[in-house]
């Protein structure tokens, strides 16, 4: 099974997948648990029986579902790796009412904090100054409020909200993930 990147990272495929293995987690929230336990240095071939039980799933997914599911960590990997900067978090699309897509950006703040702590337990001196702050705010976006104005001005707060986690996860992927030497899967490129 190889599936096209687009056919993987979309939010409503994820959530299908969700549905079939009875996971408690939605779509957001799984896509940020699986960026946070990257970011914490996933590795191995392991990787999913640490990240299903984060979903809330209670067994193992049957085969062709496991498959899918490799390839959403082989995909989302690569994004996270891109020199292009392409990786963005699975929220819904931006014709969904903006509190259904702040509530699941809060969500994926939630899961990618979740996971970055289920790799381990860190020292705050192994943090830069910048990273503390974006996990800080990370925490704080995943509590926002998300009963706002849908006026222009909400809109674009939430784009400059959304832009401001993505560049933020991928500062802490490349300061832990990459800089302490945590390996690439065969095949990914490191840029």
Same mark, same amino acid.
């Given at each position: 099974?190889?599936?096209?990147? *687009? %056919?993987? #990272? +979309?939010?409503?495929?994820?959530?299908?997948?969700?549905?079939?293995?009875?996971? /408690? @987690? $939605?779509?957001?929230?799984?896509?940020?648990?699986?960026?946070?336990?990257?970011?914490g240095g996933?590795?191995?071939?392991?990787?999913?029986?640490?990240?299903?039980?984060?979903?809330?799933?209670?067994?193992?997914?049957?085969?062709?579902?496991r498959?899918?599911?490799?390839?959403?960590?082989?995909?989302?990997?690569?994004?996270?790796?891109?020199?292009?900067?392409?990786?963005?978090?699975?929220?819904?699309?931006? *014709? %969904?009412? #903006? +509190?259904?897509?702040?509530?699941?950006?809060?969500?994926?703040?939630?899961?990618? /904090? @979740? $996971?970055f702590?289920?790799?381990?337990?860190?020292?705050?001196?192994e943090f830069?100054?910048?990273?503390?702050?974006?996990?800080?705010?990370?925490?704080?976006?995943?509590?926002?409020?998300t009963?706002?104005?849908e006026?222009?001005?909400?809109?674009?707060?939430?784009?400059?909200?959304?832009?401001?986690v993505?560049?933020?996860?991928?500062?802490?992927f490349?300061?832990?993930?990459?800089?302490?030497?945590?390996?690439?899967?065969?095949g990914?490129?490191?840029?």
């Amino acid at each position: 099974m190889s599936l096209a990147a *687009e %056919d993987i #990272l +979309d939010f409503y495929e994820l959530e299908a997948e969700l549905r079939k293995i009875d996971a /408690l @987690a $939605g779509p957001s929230e799984a896509h940020g648990i699986l960026c946070g336990q990257l970011s914490g240095g996933l590795k191995g071939e392991t990787w999913l029986k640490q990240y299903l039980p984060n979903l809330g799933v209670k067994g193992e997914p049957w085969d062709n579902t496991r498959e899918w599911f490799g390839e959403l960590h082989r995909h989302t990997l690569q994004e996270m790796l891109d020199d292009q900067f392409n990786f963005m978090p699975l929220l819904p699309d931006d *014709e %969904d009412p #903006l +509190d259904a897509r702040l509530g699941s950006l809060a969500e994926w703040c939630a899961g990618f /904090l @979740a $996971g970055f702590g289920a790799m381990g337990s860190r020292k705050p001196e192994e943090f830069s100054e910048d990273t503390l702050s974006a996990l800080q705010d990370i925490q704080q976006i995943s509590q926002v409020d998300t009963d706002i104005d849908e006026e222009e001005e909400g809109e674009a707060a939430y784009f400059e909200v959304v832009e401001y986690v993505r560049m933020a996860a991928l500062m802490i992927f490349t300061e832990f993930a990459l800089e302490c030497g945590e390996s690439v899967p065969p095949g990914v490129t490191v840029h």
